[in-house]
């Protein structure tokens, strides 16, 4: 069982940056592969980034490919989600989630935080 709970969002102007950690509870953390999701008003929940459980391979989606950095820090228990050059279109709330293994199909994401807004004013 893992509680994941996110923090650091809020609002930026364009081409800010933000910072969003989610940290997790549970002594087996290390095991898993973590996500981050958004979704945005009106729209389905899209895939932001993954990363496995030693951190050797992280996937993100092409939208965000370039501008945001996922890593995770298994001593603390963290994921965190580095967000630079931020959009209008970053706005969502963001998730993040765990997964007993390598997937970016948010279905198979079996754990999920509450979500923290991101507004990105333009």
């Known amino acids: 069982q893992v509680h994941l709970v996110e923090s650091g969002g809020g609002l930026v102007q364009a081409g800010g940056s933000l910072r969003l950690s989610c940290a997790a509870s549970?002594?087996?953390?290390?095991?898993?592969?973590m996500g981050w999701f958004r979704q945005a008003p009106g729209k389905e929940r899209e895939f932001v980034a993954f990363i496995t459980w030693s951190g050797g391979t992280t996937l993100y989606a092409d939208s965000v490919k370039g501008r945001f950095t996922i890593s995770r820090d298994n001593a603390k228990n963290t994921v965190y989600l580095q967000m630079n050059s931020l959009k209008a279109e970053d706005t969502a709330v963001y998730y993040c989630?765990?997964?007993?293994?390598?997937?970016?199909?948010?279905?198979?994401?079996?754990?999920w935080g509450q979500g923290t807004q991101v507004t990105v004013s333009a």
């Open positions: 549970g002594r087996t953390f290390s095991s898993y592969c």
């Open positions: 989630a765990a997964a007993r293994f390598v997937t970016s199909v948010e279905s198979q994401y079996g754990f």
